[in-house]
Structures are given as C-alpha cells and as structure tokens.
C-alpha cells in the first residue's frame, strides 16, 4: 500500500515506515496464532471425542455380548429336569475336540456332563499369573497371553429357538427333549426317540482376555470360545477390552416357604467362590454383575491416567497415557430361578 502526498503541485509516493510494519506484524502473529490455537483445541477434541466414543462402542459392545448370553444360561428347552448323567437318555460317548474341561473348573464341568458330582453350567475364576489356562483349552500363539486379573467365565444351554430336524447341521451337538425326557446327540449319529421332541442346538461358550502383542504395541482383545464342528474354537469378539470381571449373587435361602427365598443375599466374586456355590448345593446363583474395562488401542501422549477402576470389590490401578471407561450392569440368571418348567 502506497500513500499518496502532495507537495507543490506533484504527487509523490511514500511506503510504510518501520513502526508501522513492526505494528501490523505483531498484530498478523497474535492473529495467527489465535487461529492455530482454536486449529489444535478442535484437533485435540475431535481426538479425544473420537477415542471416547470408540471406548463406549466396545464396552457396550461387550456388555451387550455378554449380557444376550447369561440371560440364557442354563436354558434346556422344554426340558424341566437336571441336565445330568443319571438323567439324560443319551451323551455323546467321545468329548469335542480342544474340551474346555480343567480340574480348575471342578471334575463335572465339561462340554457334557458326567457321572462325579453335579454338572456345572455355569463356572468363573480370576486369572492368575502361572495358571493362565484354567481350563486347559486356551490357544495361545505366540505374542499372545491371557489377561492376568482378568476373569474367566464359561456357560451352557441351548439356543434359544428350536431346530428343524432337516436343518440339522453335521458336526454340531443337538439337545432332543419334551418337558420329562432328553437326551444330547452329534448331528449324523442316532437321535433318541422322545415322544413329542424338539431339536435345539446345544452351545459351550468361554470368555476371557488375550493380550496381543504387534511390535512395540499390546492390545487387549474379548475372546470368545464356543462349538464349532464337533471343537471348542476361540476367536475375538473385540478388541479393546481390557478386563472382564464378574460378582455371583447368591440366594443362601433353600427353603421355598423362607421369606428371602428367591432374593440375592450377597454378590460375591469368582475368588470367593466355592465348590459348594458352583453346584449350587444349599443355594442358588441367581443374578451376575458384569463389569467390562474399555481401553484405548493406543496411547494419547495429551493424555496422563492415574485412576482406579473399582471392578466389583476388586481395584484396577493405572498408571500410564491409555484412556479407559468402566462399564457395568447386572443380569438376573432367569433360568436358574425357575424350579421346572411348564
């Protein structure tokens, strides 16, 4: 910009001088480094919107996964009786192959039940370091490791809708049952005969976390181990989950005439467990809070985490730049409250 001046009649031109340049510099600088400021407030937001919501899209995701398959634990059909071996017509002679059936779990608590104490449909522990494989089917290939603090926790029942018989898929285990009578077959072998039978698919389904290293990176990951073809094969549900950690609610009352029969007398975790508690010997599990730790896959160098994270009675202290959100809910064991069915 020119100014113009006049002197004796003649127009002359004059740039600006050095203070003036000075000013309108330091004024362009404040400018902008007010739009780079805003620039990496809304660059930092957006990052750090974007985490969280990937955080509550794979803790819902998880809660949701797990929630769906509790709430069906223990369900057997139409069959009102105990799913043991005294009591079912038929059993499969030869276990899947990769059986999750650990000594950790007690001697009855395998895909299928058999004849030393009562079957256990449902089970839990917490991982712990030297005992990373409770149940003795976990694969584990190299750069992978079960989740020390994490919990285990495995089920049975039958799908929730009944099969047709021409729909019967080779390799899969089937439950044929009417309200008194039932019996558990491998699809392509003899399907005992029930009167007024329905087919449901039977299903064995672990939980638990695998740590997977890539380079530098470990990221935690929600696995999944359920019957497929005749085996237990595991594969990720998804990643991010950090832990996975459960408290049992257990009615202590066994008389039906008792006024707490039928209501959660204490919620305790899967280390206080006992023998007596899984087999459901003068009690019941009757509810299950799930509690699921959500973690970045990578860390945010903005970003410093201190906190606890209270799972159930058991804390999780952090100490690191990963963001983490902690979701819980509680499932009531439906099945597990009903003394027959009708």
């Known amino acids: 910009m020119k100014k113009n001046i006049f002197k004796r009649g003649a127009i002359t031109t004059k740039g600006f001088t050095l203070v003036e340049l000075m000013i309108a510099m330091s004024i362009g600088l404040v400018l902008f480094a007010g739009v780079i400021s805003i620039f990496i407030g809304m660059r930092t937001t957006t990052a750090e919107t974007s985490s969280y919501g990937e955080l509550q899209e794979n803790g819902r995701f998880a809660i949701a996964v797990l929630t769906d398959d509790l709430l069906r634990q223990n369900f057997w ?100 049952s009417n309200t008194i009578e039932a019996g558990i077959f491998l699809q392509g072998q003899q399907i005992p005969i029930i009167s007024g039978s329905q087919l ?67 919620y305790v975790s899967a280390g206080v467990m006992n023998d007596n508690l899984w087999n459901n010997s003068n009690s019941r599990i009757l509810a299950i809070k799930i509690f699921v730790l959500s973690r970045a896959a990578v860390e945010d160098r903005d970003y410093f985490n201190t906190n606890t994270y209270l799972l159930g009675n058991v804390p999780f202290v952090v100490n690191d730049r990963f963001r983490r959100l902690l979701f819980s809910t509680t499932v009531t064991l439906y099945n597990n409250g009903v003394e027959s069915w009708q």
């Not at 017509?89 to 039940?113: W, Y």
């Not at 740590?211 to 929600?222: D, I, K, Q």
């Open 77 to 176: 059909g139409e069959y009102s009786g105990i799913l043991s071996s005294n009591e079912l017509l038929s059993i499969p002679e030869d276990p899947p192959g990769n059986d999750c059936a650990g000594v950790a779990g007690g001697l009855n608590n395998a895909t299928f039940p058999n004849g030393i104490g009562p079957f256990r449909t449902l089970w839990g522990q917490t991982i712990v370091a030297g005992a990373l494989d409770p149940l003795g089917c976990f694969a584990m290939p190299v750069g992978t490791e079960t989740a020390v603090g994490s919990d285990v926790i495995q089920l049975k029942r039958v799908r929730a809708n009944p099969v047709p018989q021409a729909n019967l898929i080779p390799g899969n285990f089937y439950l044929t």
């Open 200 to 266: 449901w698919q039977y299903q064995h389904h672990v939980y638990y976390v695998r740590n997977v290293t890539f380079g530098a990176s470990t990221v935690p990951v929600l696995m999944q181990g359920q019957l497929i073809n005749g085996n237990m094969v595991f594969a990720p549900v998804i990643d991010g989950i950090e832990r996975i950690s459960f408290m049992y609610g257990i009615d202590t009352d066994i008389d039906t005439e008792s006024i707490g029969y039928g209501v959660v007398d204490a």
